[in-house]
Every structure is written in C-alpha cells, then in structure tokens.
C-alpha cells in the first residue's frame, strides 16, 4: 500500500498468484514499439498495423492484472543492441517482463545437464527434470508487481556489439557449410538427422574443452585478445561436473575423468530438453534441404533455435516468427511434449482470442483485489509509454 505522507504505511496478505509465462520474439517487442513510438511512426511513412497496438493493449493490461508475465532474456537485449533503437525495445521489454529476465541460454543448458548428469550417477537418468519456470528466471514470477521499475542503463559498448554481430557472422557460415551438407546428403529421415546432432553434443563439448586447454598453453598468442582467454560453456559444465563427482565421492581426478567421458558416451541426452528441442529443429532444417529446400539459413536462426530450445519448456506460450513456427509444425507432435503453446502471425488472432481467455479465466475475487492493490484505473494500458 502507499499511504498519504501523514498516514501510517499498512501491510497485509496478498493472494497467492499464478501466472501465465509468456515469450515474445524480438519481432513482436519491435512492432509494438514501433507502433507505439510516434517517433517511429513518422519514419515509417505508412499506415500502423492496428494489431501491434491492440496486443501491446492486451499484454501489458493483463501484466497489470497480475495474470501474466512476459520475461525478457539475453536475446531481446542482443537483438536490440543490434537494432539502432536500444533503449526504445529495453524500455518495451523491461515494461512487460516487469524485471523478470530468463537465465543466460548456456547457464540453463548447464544446470539441465547438471541435473542429469546427478540423476544417470544415481542410476535413474529417466527421471524427470525440474522444468518450473521459477528455476531460470530471475526475479520472482508470482510476485505482485512493483508500480515502479527500476532500469540500469550500461550504455552502448561497441566492443559488445561488435562481438554480438561477429558471433552471429561466425554462426551462420558454419550453418551455411552445414546446410549445403545437408542438400548433398538427400537424406529425408527426420531421426536420423535428429540422432546425428543428438549423439554430436558429448564430442562437440570435448573438442570445445581440450581447444580451450590449448589456448591456455599458448596464452602469449592471445595478448591482444585475451577475452579469448575467458572460460567458455564446456569449461564450466565440465567445472560443474566435476564438483558433483567430488559429491559422489570420485575425488580422483582420473576417475572423474573416465565417468565423465562415460557419460558423455553413453547417456541419454533426449532426456535433456535443450539438446532435444534444438536437435529436433536442426534435424527438421536438414531434412527440409534434403528435400529441395535452397534458401539457406540467415544470420537470425541461431538466436531462434537458441531462443526455442532454452525457453520453451519452461513456457505457457510463445509468440515466434513464422518460419519457426512451421518448422515446429512439421515435427510429430509426441516428440514435443511440452506444455508450451505456439503462437505466430500465422496465427495472431489465435493468439489473441488466447490472451482473451486468460483475462476471462481471472475470478471476480481476484481483479477486485487488483483495484484494491492499485486502483481501478491501473490495467489501463500504458499506451503513452514513448511520449515526453
């Protein structure tokens, strides 16, 4: 509550909350933006698409409402540095994700594969992983939302533009080289495509250990450039790896060793949802060239199968790009057992009607507590956002 200046503060229980968490693509931040900024709007030179503003409408009542949240991620913030209009999108994302942020894309891999990896030790590598939200987002979900949000503004770092776009150029020519593989291969099994990339991930983290090891050995090489020095995601899964068998009582660092190429040989990596979401999408792309697809992958996809595979499981919806959307679509719907459902332009209205009916579903107890809370006119969307 927020008394008057001669009122004593109050304080009292609050219902427990259950929100609906929801992703939006980078896309969907950067139409809302544009068609909320008036700024952007005299640059387009052409008419708005009404639907941005009415789902920015439906999004941010529904915030308010305390029905769902939108988290942000590493993603939107790259994307966005990339953009020329940073601090417009922040401001977008940070309003709807109301400083929830999901973690870092190779830390939530890392503590799935940790939690595997303690499970398949125990010898029950089929149990089912923790997937609650609440477990790689920052920030508590159903918290009810401050009225103030506080924004850190680091400025623009070339150097972190520059590495963002040299990563996304050094992704897509090795996806390039690997999609013309793919056309040659004229290979259309969907599992066998997904076995290759499945069975790729023990090899791929030790290459990307031992590279690491040799960098250090020849460190002098990398006076220039010592950011190149800094632990990559191998050295610390295998960092994590190692204090869990210093747990299970394997404190000999040659038997740490030899469980752990065990493991990576021999376990069932299905059973982990980032690799087995981000194998099913590059096994879909490659049977889609073996087919006659020509148009290779662009310069985004990384960051969409990154976006996918990491926050998918942990989603009640998603809200993707087209493209993805299909790709999903051609996957068998049993190999996708998540709760998350998936939205695109294809499908807007769908998505709309969606948002409609999370609103329907709020008990009359539960806005009547909103009004109480905030006041009756605080779901009113904030749609002077970006004007001074």
Known sequence: MFPSRNESSQSYSLPILNKKVIYLDQFAISNMMKALNPKMRSNQGRKVDEYWLRLFERLDSLCKLQLIVCPDSEIHNNESLLSGFFEPLKRMYELLSDGRTFFEKGMIKRKQIVEH???????????????????VIHGKINAWASRLIISVNMGNDNDIVEAIKEYRDQSFIGLEEVFNYWISSKNLDLKFWYKHEIQSFGNATMKSYINYLSKLKSAHEYSARPEELLP???VQLISDMKSILDQFEFHNLEQM?????????EADFSQLPTLH????????????????RKRPPNRGTMNDVNMISSYMPYCDAMFIDKEFSNILGEIPEGDLNYKARIFSLSTREEFMEYLN????????????KVNEVYGESWKKPYVTLYQS
């Open 257 to 265: 060793w030899a469980k752990i190429i065990e493991y990576f040989n």
């Open 117 to 135: 990896f303690s499970n398949w030790l125990n010898g029950r590598q089929e149990t089912s992983l923790n997937l609650d939200p609440q477990s």
């Open 277 to 292: 979401i981000s194998a099913l999408l590059f096994a879909a792309i490659a049977r889609q060239a073996a087919i006659g």
């Open 357 to 368: 009916t999370i609103e329907k579903s709020a008990t009359a107890e539960h806005i009547a």
């Open 232 to 234: 990559n995601d191998s």
